[in-house]
């Protein structure tokens, strides 16, 4: 089993749909979740993080949390052709030394029509 | 409020030559990290600096090394140079090791 698993896409919604992304994740002692975006030929930007189960919103993103389920969910309301992009998830994975990985997914690829 | 930098942006290099990549965390951040990204997947962590040590190590050779200065830059080492290792190769920098990365531009290293 993969640690951070993503449904690779593409996932596409027309514009102003919401678009949905998911992930799970195999280690149950993580404690901090992360979505970034990233656009082609540029570098992964973060754009939500979310600690504790329940649902975080920042504009038109929400980040949902369930550690029981070991699942985090990414909701992109009123989807732009500019959120065309892949968005990954990542998990930290802690270890001894307190140093903290980021593991991530592949990511999914969204595309929004106009 | 300039984030984090990376350099080169871009190089070839042969198989079995050495590389080194170097990277100026955001202001304020004290704790670097480094990750590997090929084609189509996501990043590869590779290890992570805090306080000038080597604080966590990813699945990677011992031909893979860095180091963290005292003003919280870092440097990726690269020896004997594969094919393989041909990706584009990430900074994060963050708050401490818990905290919320964020990362450069990358460099893109090709083999030839």
């Known amino acids: 089993q993969k640690e951070v698993e993503q449904n690779s896409g593409p996932l596409s919604v027309p514009e102003g749909a919401i678009a949905s992304l998911n992930c799970t994740y195999s280690d149950r002692g993580s404690q901090s979740f992360f979505w970034y975006r990233q656009y082609s030929g540029k570098s992964p930007e973060l754009i939500m993080f979310i600690y504790s189960n329940g649902d975080k919103e920042d504009g038109r993103f929400t980040a949902q949390l369930n550690k029981a389920s070991q699942y985090v969910s990414l909701l992109i309301r009123d989807s732009q052709p500019s959120d065309s992009a892949t968005y990954l998830c990542?998990?930290?994975?802690?270890?001894?030394?307190?140093?903290?990985?980021?593991?991530f997914g592949k990511g999914t690829t969204l595309s929004v029509s106009s | 409020d300039a984030g984090v930098t990376q350099s080169p942006t871009h190089l070839i290099k042969t198989r079995g030559q050495q590389v080194t990549l170097r990277c100026s965390p955001k202001s304020g951040h004290d704790t670097v990290s480094w990750y590997q990204q090929a084609l189509g997947q996501g990043p590869q962590f590779i290890f992570q600096?805090?306080?000038?040590?080597?604080?966590q190590r990813g699945n990677f050779p011992d031909r893979f090394s860095g180091h963290q200065f005292p003003n919280y830059s870092s440097e990726l080492n690269v020896n004997a140079l594969l094919l393989g290792d041909s990706a584009l190769y990430l900074c994060?920098?963050?708050?401490?090791?818990?905290?919320?990365?964020?990362f450069g531009d990358g460099t893109r290293l090709s083999i030839l």
């Open positions: 990542a998990v930290n994975k802690r270890d001894r030394q307190a140093g903290t990985a980021l593991i």
């Open positions: 994060a920098s963050s708050l401490g090791p818990g905290q919320p990365q964020h």
């Open positions: 600096y805090y306080e000038e040590e080597e604080r």
